[in-house]
Structures are given as structure tokens and as C-alpha cells.
């Protein structure tokens, strides 16, 4: 004791020992003293700051694996020996409970070692680091055995790992254990150590006026306030075990406005504020709650999963509000996967998609949150409590639309908040306006779309996907036109056509929304089944003109058979093409053609194959007479030589200056 502060020099050399200390009020190596029944020991100054074990007897018995499991439980380790006096400590409180630990047995308390890895060779339980202390009797099972226990005499020795003993918890310093379901001012007086014995168990003793002792007599766990001597709370059921975990407490004084009682959840471990506590008290990483996976004992780390908090159950049939208080803007992103069927005749394309809209409702809060790139699935129980945005398919075809799938999920897991430290659920809440939703729908269905065929089979259809906000959320729901976004993932060429330009028409208001796509058809298909044959059908008609005048059926059969054979080709053709669509320039070629092929019919039938002659009279004169020769010569027919001109230069020029025409048409609409 002094009679003056002391400076903080003074104070370090005194905790480290290079002072004696001696106070200029009292000193106790210097005072007299009288003894009533204390035993006097004189130890070295040095001795006061080697560090030494603080080692608690838990007087009841288990496996090593049981006794490993209960010091973790109490932010502790099994106790192992480093120092001859830490030995002649640990026996000193083994001796204590002799008659408790297995009194007919010398073997009492277990030691935190094992030699399982390499026999012979001692380490921590949990660590490859070897023990540089060990006190094995001259004679002992250490190399039959994995695990050590001490006996009373202080000596160690080897023991079978299933046997039960006595456990001795190391506990550090530093370390200590949190109440939390009570209404401290303070984190600090939520904290709590495992001190000495009381009624023959360690007790719990927080850092300023609570205690919790074992009571014996009823076989519950009490906590007093010492301050005023009286029992606040007391364990609801009889138990033996330690008050470790979330439990059911009786209040037995009026507590954190509480009435005398009533029943609070209070729970005592050393869990941190980024672990999930255990029902049991076990502390495992955040990450691992809520994860479909049994990572607690109990299974209590998947239990009460859910994810929504709501603050009012009827407020789902409301949509939320904007950021600013305006409209809230749905964020749309649109992604076709499939085209599986084009429908040419009816005008209609058969198609797989998936739409997701992505919004912030303030009113929420979240939990169990995954800050992964899928974000976290939301079960239907939790979808349940959200509002859901509607919206109407209006080019439909038939009402033909099916839903595959559907699911919610809440994206990121921003600014999360840890309750306070008085809460006994440690899950940290996720804000709604700083973690978006998002609605994700898969369907199967067949829109309409017009089909511009005039430049058929050279056309490109602009086809859609129409969607529109119902009527009573206009000025309250809007679509995010600016952030929408649209993706074709499935295979862009098929057996008609190929799919390119995907985009979004922005200019329809804030309440519709239409995603358009090209089908662009494949003309080879159409020119190797369409125009290549009836070119050739008509070049076979053609060469039909240059028969003999004289085979009129060869000529006739031939010509009628071409123009059958393309009107076959015509109507075919006509027949996967929509009836009611106006002329196209593909039916301007079957008719220029077909027309052609009727006029060679007409020149093959209209043509006079009979040649007309004229006779010529030749006067020969003799000696006594003239006589007359009669010579015919043939004379070439009007349709003769009209037939010559058609076939090497009309039907030519004709064929030439119609393609011209018709392909100059095709490549303008193009």
C-alpha cells in the first residue's frame, strides 16, 4: 500500500517483476504477521510473474472425446502440464476432487495429449507441436495406449481413449464466455468467466455483479445478482450439465422487464459475432448456416431458415415504392433460349424464354443471405411474403403459354448488421433497399407475328416478344427501359431461317415492353427447291422450239408436261405460305414462267408444219418444137419464220429483261 499515486514506470516494473514493490503504508514481506491456522510460504518475486496454468476440475466423467468436446464449449483446452509447478498445480486440484473422480481408480483426470500420430511421441490434441514437458511414471502404459491421464500422485500415464476420467480445463486469461438474451448497458457485463468451485462445480462469474452457481438441491444452474443477494433467473428443467448453449431460463425476479414467472431464451457460449451459435453452445462459421447441410450436432444450424422479415403481412398485395418515392422501375432482362417451332401459315413462332425482373422493396429485411454469384434462392414459403410484379403476353397466340419454372432469389448481401450483443439470435439482417429481388421465369410459348412475304423467300420477318403492365399500376410500376436487356442463346441457324439482331423498342412508354428479333430466311433452300427447277423446267420448254415441225405430239407432250410439273411446283410452293398474304414477287415468277410455258404450247400448236411450195414453168425450144418443164420449189411459211425469230431471240430477250427486272426488285426490297 502508498499513500501516493504511483506512475506508470513504477507500475510496469512491479508487473514485470523488476521491482519488489514494497509499499511505504504496508508490505507484506516486511510486516508482521499472526497466523490462525494459515500455513506460510515463502516463494522468489521471480515466481509471482511465471506464468502459470489456470487449470478448472469439471468432476464429472467422460471420454476423452467427450472431455475435448466440453473445455471447447468453455473457450477452453484440455489441461497439458508445461512446467513442474503447473504439474504440482493441476495434482493439488486433482486431490481436491479424489473421491469425486473415480475413487476407487488412480487414474483421474485426463491430460489434452496423444501419441496416436507417432507412437512414443506426445503432441497436443489438434497440434503436430511435440510436448517439451512430460511427467510419465518410471513404469507405466504411455507406449500401449494413445491418450494420458494423471494420476493422484501427480504422475502421468498412458489410458485407453474409451475409458472414462475426469476432465481439466486450461482456460486462458483472456478468454471468456457471452450471456446474451438479457438487457445489459454494457457488452462488458455480458461476459463471463469459469472460475472456482462452488457446491463442488465450477461456477460462472461475470465481470461485475452476476454469478451463476450449481444449486445442488433443486439440480439447476441459478443466476444471482450479488449486489443484492437475490436469484434473478433459474435453468426451467433439472439437468447435470453445464448451462452451455440456448436454454429456457424461469425468471424468478422481475429481469429486463420480465415479471417473475415467465420463461426468457438465454444463452452462454463464446461464439463471436461472425459465428452461428449452436443450440448446444458449439460455434460454427457464418457461412455454414442455413446451407442444406447438418454442420451443428443438434441440426439447429438449419432450422428457422427462413429468409423474409416482413413488417406487415398485408402489405405483399402493395407494390413497394421507389427510391426517391416515385414509380418503382422493374428491371427487365429477357433471354430466348429456343426457337422451336416457325409457323409460316399461321403466323406464329413456337419459343422457350426466360424473363426476370429485378426490383428493391424498402419495406423488407433479409437473413441467410450468400454473397455469391447466383445469389440466394428464396423457398416458396419466403416467396410467399413478397409482393410479385404482374404483367400480361399481348401478342399471345391463342392463349398457348405455359409456365416451366419460377423462382425468386435475392441478389448480393449488402450492408448486413449484427444484432446486438444482447440478442440470443446472432443472424445478421440484410436491409431490402440495398439487396435487390429478382422474379426469374421460364416459359414455353407461341406469339404471333406477322409475315411480310412480298420479297419471299428473300425476306426478313421482324418478330416480338409484347409485354405490358396491367392498368392499375400505371403511375405506380414502370419498366427500367434504360437497364433492360435482351439474349439469344439458342442456335442461331435453322432449317429456314437464321436469328440475328436482338433489341428492345424503347419507344412504347414506361409500362410495355417489346423485344424484338430477325428471322431471316435461308434462300439456298428456296433457290435450289424453288427457282432452279422451274428454270430448268422452263429451258426444257424452250428447247421443245427447236423439234422437228413435224413432231407436233413430241413437241406438245413435252411443253404440257413442263407446265404441269411447275404448276405442281407452284402450288406446293403456295401451299406453305399463308393463303391470305398479297401477291409476292416469287408468284410474279411462277406466273411469268407459267405464262411463258402456255405461249410455247400455243407456238407448238398454232404453227403450220406444212411448207407451201411454188411451180415454176421452163421453156426449152428443140428444132421443130418448144416444149415447157414444170420445177417446184419450196417456199418458207410466215409461222416458220416467226417461230426462228421466238425461239433465238424473243423467248431469250424476254427471259433476259424479266430477270433483270425481277432480281432488280428483289435486291431494292432486300
Given at each position: ?66 472431455s ?6 468453455l ?34 483426470v ?7 500420430e ?36 501427480g504422475?502421468?500415464?498412458g ?35 469459469v ?9 460462472f ?50 429481469v ?63 407494390p ?63 416467396a ?103 439474349l ?66 413430241a ?17 406446293n ?98
Amino acid at each position: 500500500m502508498w499513500n501516493r499515486p504511483l506512475h506508470s514506470g513504477e507500475i510496469g516494473a512491479l508487473a514485470q517483476c523488476r521491482s519488489s514493490g514494497r509499499g511505504n503504508v504496508f508490505s507484506s514481506d516486511t510486516a508482521e504477521f499472526e497466523n490462525f491456522g494459515v500455513k506460510e510460504k515463502w516463494v522468489d518475486i521471480l515466481d509471482l510473474c511465471r506464468p502459470v496454468q489456470h487449470n478448472l476440475i469439471l468432476p464429472e466423467t467422460r471420454t476423452v472425446e467427450e472431455s475435448l468436446d466440453m473445455c471447447k464449449l468453455l473457450n477452453a483446452t484440455i489441461a497439458v502440464p508445461a512446467s513442474p509447478l503447473d504439474n504440482e498445480s493441476l495434482q493439488n486440484d486433482t486431490i481436491a476432487f479424489a473421491d469425486v473422480c473415480l475413487p476407487t481408480a488412480s487414474w483421474k483426470v485426463w491430460l489434452g495429449i496423444s501419441d496416436a500420430e507417432e507412437d512414443g511421441v506426445w503432441r497436443r490434441f489438434g497440434s503436430s507441436d511435440r510436448v517439451t514437458y512430460t511427467n510419465f511414471a518410471p513404469v507405466n502404459a504411455a507406449s500401449s495406449y494413445s491418450c494420458a491421464s494423471m494420476m493422484v500422485n501427480g504422475f502421468w500415464d498412458g489410458d485407453l481413449c474409451t475409458n472414462k476420467r475426469c476432465t481439466s480445463c486450461h482456460v486462458e486469461p483472456a478468454d471468456y464466455l457471452v450471456v446474451r438474451g438479457l438487457c445489459f448497458e454494457s457488452e462488458y457485463r455480458s461476459r463471463f468467466r469459469v472460475d472456482e468451485y462452488i457446491e463442488g462445480r465450477p461456477f460462472f462469474r461475470g465481470y461485475y455483479d452476476l454469478v451463476i452457481v450449481w444449486r445442488p438441491e433443486v439440480k439447476k444452474w441459478v443466476m444471482i445478482n450479488t449486489a443484492s443477494n437475490s436469484t434473478l433467473l433459474r435453468t426451467s428443467s433439472v439437468t447435470k450439465d453445464y448451462p452451455l448453449g440456448m436454454r429456457q431460463w424461469d425468471v424468478v425476479s422481475e429481469v429486463c422487464e420480465v415479471t417473475e414467472g415467465d420463461v426468457l431464451m438465454v444463452s452462454l457460449s463464446h461464439c463471436s459475432p461472425v459465428h452461428f451459435m449452436c443450440r448446444s453452445g458449439h460455434c460454427i462459421p457464418r457461412e455454414l448456416r442455413c446451407d442444406f447441410r447438418y454442420d451443428c450436432r443438434d441440426g439447429s444450424d438449419e432450422s428457422n431458415c427462413h429468409v423474409v422479415e416482413v413488417s406487415d403481412e398485408q402489405q405483399r398485395h402493395i407494390p413497394p415504392s421507389g427510391p426517391d418515392g416515385g414509380p418503382l422501375r422493374l428491371r427487365a432482362a429477357l433471354v430466348i433460349s429456343r426457337i422451336a417451332n416457325i409457323d409460316d401459315i399461321n403466323m406464329a413462332i413456337t419459343l422457350e424464354f426466360q424473363f426476370t425482373l429485378t426490383w428493391t422493396d424498402r419495406r423488407l429485411r433479409f437473413r441467410h443471405l450468400k454473397d455469391t454469384k447466383n445469389g440466394t434462392i428464396l423457398t416458396e414459403a419466403d416467396a410467399e411474403k413478397l409482393w410479385r410484379p404482374r404483367y400480361q403476353l399481348v401478342n399471345l397466340e391463342g392463349g398457348d403459354q405455359k409456365l416451366l419454372a419460377q423462382s425468386f432469389m435475392v441478389n448480393g448481401a449488402n450492408d448486413g448488421t449484427t444484432p446486438d450483443f444482447n440478442s440470443v439470435d446472432m443472424d445478421v439482417r440484410y436491409p431490402g433497399a440495398m439487396n435487390e429481388l429478382s422474379m426469374i421465369q421460364r416459359f414455353t410459348a407461341r406469339v404471333t407475328c406477322y409475315f411480310h412475304l412480298y420479297s419471299y423467300p428473300f425476306d426478313i420477318q421482324h418478330c416480338s416478344i409484347d409485354l405490358r403492365l396491367p392498368t392499375e399500376h400505371e403511375g405506380y410500376v414502370a419498366f427500367s427501359l434504360s437497364d433492360a436487356e435482351v439474349l439469344y442463346t439458342g442456335p442461331r441457324t435453322l432449317s429456314t431461317y437464321t436469328i440475328r439482331d436482338e433489341r428492345i423498342d424503347r419507344s412504347l412508354g414506361p409500362s410495355a415492353l417489346s423485344v424484338y428479333f430477325d428471322l431471316h430466311r435461308r434462300q439456298g433452300v428456296i433457290l435450289f427447291s424453288t427457282f432452279l427447277p422451274s428454270g430448268m423446267l422452263l429451258l426444257v420448254s424452250w428447247a421443245t422450239l427447236f423439234l422437228g415441225l413435224d413432231a407436233l405430239n413430241a413437241r406438245a407432250i413435252m411443253s404440257l408436261t413442263t407446265l404441269l410439273v411447275l404448276y405442281t411446283l407452284f402450288s406446293n410452293m403456295s401451299r406453305s405460305l399463308p393463303s391470305g398474304a398479297a401477291i409476292k414477287l416469287i408468284d410474279i415468277w411462277f406466273f411469268v414462267i407459267i405464262f411463258l410455258l402456255f405461249v410455247n404450247i400455243l407456238i407448238h400448236i398454232f404453227v403450220d408444219n406444212k411448207v407451201p411450195e411454188t411451180t415454176n414453168r421452163i421453156f426449152v425450144k428443140g428444132n421443130t418444137q418448144t416444149n415447157s418443164i414444170s420445177v417446184v420449189k419450196p417456199q418458207t411459211s410466215r409461222s416458220v419464220k416467226f417461230l426462228k425469230v421466238y425461239r433465238l431471240i424473243g423467248l431469250p430477250v424476254i427471259v433476259v429483261l424479266f430477270n433483270i427486272l425481277f432480281w432488280s426488285a428483289v435486291f431494292l426490297e432486300s
